[in-house]
């Protein structure tokens, strides 16, 4: 199984940006797709973006479109999430998730879409 340990989390002004990176176990990680997900306490994870094997697709969700951008490094088993002008609503625990059967639907992502999570790293933005 894939293991996935998320960092750069961090507390930023908004407006400001920071980056996200995660770093998976294993031999495979080409073959399998990747995701950023976020949570904040009381509500449901949401879905924040996402990218194949190869890198040749990504997925954003509507709320951060435009401010985020998702990408991999298949050589050093690396996905990244640079979030640029951020909102004091993109305050969550942000999670990585992987999974090699990922087929996304015209329902949406979701997280049950995803086998394998990260730990999760604290972003907070302040105004």
């Known amino acids: 199984q894939v293991q996935l340990v998320e960092s750069g989390g961090g507390l930023v002004q908004a407006g400001g940006s920071l980056r996200l990176s995660c770093a998976a176990s294993?031999?495979?990680?080409?073959?399998?797709?990747m995701g950023w997900f976020r949570q904040v306490p009381g509500q449901e994870r949401e879905f924040v973006a996402a990218?194949?094997?190869?890198?040749?697709?990504?997925y954003y969700a509507p709320s951060v479109k435009g401010r985020f951008t998702i990408s991999r490094d298949n050589a050093k088993n690396t996905v990244t999430l640079q979030m640029n002008s951020l909102k004091l609503e993109d305050t969550a625990v942000y999670y990585c998730?992987?999974?090699?059967?990922?087929?996304?639907?015209?329902?949406?992502?979701?997280?049950?879409?995803?086998?394998?999570w990260g730990q999760g790293t604290q972003v907070t933005v302040s105004s």
């Open positions: 294993g031999r495979t990680f080409s073959s399998y797709a």
């Open positions: 998730a992987t999974d090699r059967f990922f087929s996304p639907s015209v329902a949406g992502i979701q997280p049950t879409d995803f086998g394998s």
């Open positions: 990218i194949n094997g190869n890198g040749g697709l990504t």
